[in-house]
């Protein structure tokens, strides 16, 4: 059976849940549906007849099987960024044996495109003159893009991180300070962004508000309203307009929220980082340098004493209000981390 528990609902999705029968000789089964509101339980419940296979037309004979092959490959794919060791390997394998059975396009395989030998070959209709050709659909976003600053050198690294995920950012131990970001499929950066420091300073920022609480009492600002300024005890919060100035000890941070369209993002900028603070996380990266391989059929970088294959790719710097358009060596995560991704997760902001 794929996956069983869904958090979250909202009007117009789509949930499918698909598994196999083990048993082929049972004449029905019964589904049960449970959802969790704020006020009570609600739950569905149908019994299911099983049809005669012949009675099954041939166009849709294997439909069921490939949609759950479908969802069992994708839900594989999504896994194998939080395991390690011998258990991704299997998954990994798992996937990619489905993948070839039932002739899936996945990052585990390829598709090859032919062009016919006979017969008409069918073209696109051109538009009529004086129509806009049509618009190609907004491609999805399933990875953030992080830009990473560098010493010595003119273009900055940049590394991709799948999305959904809750991302440790920033940590650093010692002053007990952390702040955690939330990314959602199909939109870049952050939708909420959680900064703590030492037992009772916590600090929520989303994509309509901002709240503050320092262990006794709780401030909360909207964004667009009046420049404000919060001040207590280590910290310091300015608000402009859509951006926040965050100050926790030594930890300077400003985070921006940006509009692109019905779209809305958050996205961290570290100002200060301290010599004498050991930063972890995402963005806790010391400042990096490389050196480029020259003579190299694929630009190399020389990366953490290791040659790392790159590409140069343009990138939204969400880093400052305007958002200009840079250049930046695209890397693998792993390159300039020297983790996986699961050590960089949590399960709560």
Request: glycine share 6%.
């Amino acid at each position: 059976m794929k996956k069983l528990p869904f958090s979250l609902y909202f009007n117009g999705s789509e949930i499918v849940v698909s598994g196999q029968i083990t048993d082929n000789s049972v004449e029905s089964f019964t589904t049960e549906v449970i959802a969790v509101s704020k006020g009570n339980n609600v739950m569905y419940q149908d019994t299911i007849m099983t049809t005669d296979p012949s009675d099954v037309p041939p166009e849709n004979e294997d439909f069921m099987q490939r949609l759950w092959a479908y969802l069992t490959v994708k839900q594989l794919l999504e896994r194998q960024v939080l395991l390690k060791g011998q258990e991704k390997e299997d998954e990994k394998k798992e996937a990619l044996k489905l993948s070839l059975k039932y002739q899936f396009v996945t990052p585990l395989t390829s598709m090859v495109v032919t062009k016919p030998q006979e017969g008409d070959v069918e073209v696109a209709d051109k538009p009529k003159e004086g129509e806009a050709p049509p618009r190609p659909p907004a491609p999805t976003v399933h990875s953030n893009r992080f830009l990473l600053p560098v010493v010595g050198q003119s273009k900055p690294l940049c590394f991709d991180v799948p999305v959904p995920h809750k991302l440790r950012l920033l940590q650093d131990s010692a002053s007990e300070f952390s702040m955690n970001g939330e990314s959602l499929t199909g939109q870049n950066g952050f939708h909420q962004i959680a900064l703590h420091y030492k037992t009772n300073h916590h600090l929520t920022i989303n994509t309509t508000s901002i709240r503050y609480h320092d262990g006794q009492n709780q401030v909360e600002f909207l964004w667009g309203q009046e420049p404000t300024q919060h001040n207590t005890e280590g910290v310091s919060l300015i608000l402009r307009s859509n951006e926040i100035d965050v100050t926790m000890g030594k930890i300077h941070i400003v985070i921006l929220l940006h509009k692109e369209k019905r779209d809305m993002c958050l996205c961290p900028a570290v100002q200060t980082r301290p010599k004498d603070v050991n930063l972890t996380g995402i963005l806790g990266e010391p400042d990096i340098s490389y050196d480029e391989i020259q003579g190299t059929q694929t630009p190399t970088l020389k990366l953490k004493d290791q040659e790392v294959k790159t590409s140069r790719v343009m990138v939204k710097d969400y880093r400052l209000a305007s958002a200009p358009l840079v250049g930046c060596w695209l890397v693998p995560f792993q390159a300039v981390t020297q983790r996986e991704l699961s050590d960089l997760t949590v399960t709560q902001l």
